[in-house]
């Protein structure tokens, strides 16, 4: 256990619908990025937030995304209009100096 | 942008030594990560090179020239939990970014 927690650990979905997913940093850590994992690769960075203020964003971040970190605590992200290439899991890191210490992630799955 | 290379696959026995390459190119360099995921977790940091040289922890040592876009991960005497993914990733600003990672499995 790293500190930083994510809720749910797994989402079913149709197609379609809305989803968002929670993340709680560890307390004391000002950055914290989101990725997203598909099988057999590596995750891709999508954003991430320095405090409340989000700092970079992927072009892999559609507009269908969006994140917040409404009192630099907790992160929350949604995808909006899901669609099945959505399916991967979204992994939540927080990080002070060097290191970015991840969280268990949500498994999404649309269908 | 980044494009991070590694060897996909690789077997060894309990007790043995594994390197792990990883070549990068980017346009920008803040350091690389070595990163430990065992299937269906979260990864788990292992080492940051940041110059070019080798650091070492405990089982784990990892090596870094800047000039050649190169790093290695070098796994000593091997136990059956380090069967596992290692990801090499490289920073750019405050963004990682991952290679694919190499399947390392441990046999008996």
């Known amino acids: 256990d790293t500190g930083v927690s994510q809720n749910p650990r797994h989402k079913i979905t149709k197609r379609g619908q809305n989803v968002t997913f929670r993340c709680d940093p560890i307390?004391?850590?000002?950055?914290l990025y989101w990725y997203r994992q598909t099988l057999g690769q590596g995750p891709e960075f999508l954003t991430y937030?320095?405090?409340?203020?989000?700092?970079?964003k992927s072009r892999l971040l559609s507009d269908r995304f969006s994140a917040e970190r409404p009192k630099g605590s907790f992160s929350t992200l949604e995808i909006q209009r899901t669609e099945q290439g959505d399916s991967a899991m979204y992994l939540c890191?927080?990080?002070?100096?060097?290191?970015?210490?991840f969280g268990p992630g949500t498994r999404l799955t649309v269908l | 942008g980044q494009n991070i290379d590694q060897p996909t696959e690789m077997t060894a026995t309990e007790g043995a030594i594994v390197q792990i390459n990883c070549t990068y190119q980017?346009?920008?360099?803040?350091?690389l990560f070595w990163y430990q995921q065992h299937a269906g977790e979260a990864p788990t940091f292992l080492s940051y090179?940041?110059?070019?040289g080798l650091e070492e922890k405990g089982r784990f040592s990892s090596f870094l020239s800047r000039s050649k876009g190169y790093s290695y991960l070098l796994l000593k005497e091997l136990q059956m939990k380090d069967s596992a993914s290692y990801l090499c990733?490289?920073?750019?600003?405050?963004?990682?970014?991952f290679g694919k990672g190499n399947q390392v499995v441990v046999i008996p």
């Open positions: 890191a927080s990080r002070q100096g060097n290191e970015q210490f």
């Open positions: 307390s004391e850590h000002n950055r």
């Open positions: 937030f320095q405090n409340e203020a989000q700092l970079e």
């Open positions: 980017t346009s920008g360099f803040n350091g």
């Open positions: 090179n940041v110059l070019d």
């Open positions: 990733a490289v920073a750019r600003g405050d963004r990682l970014a």
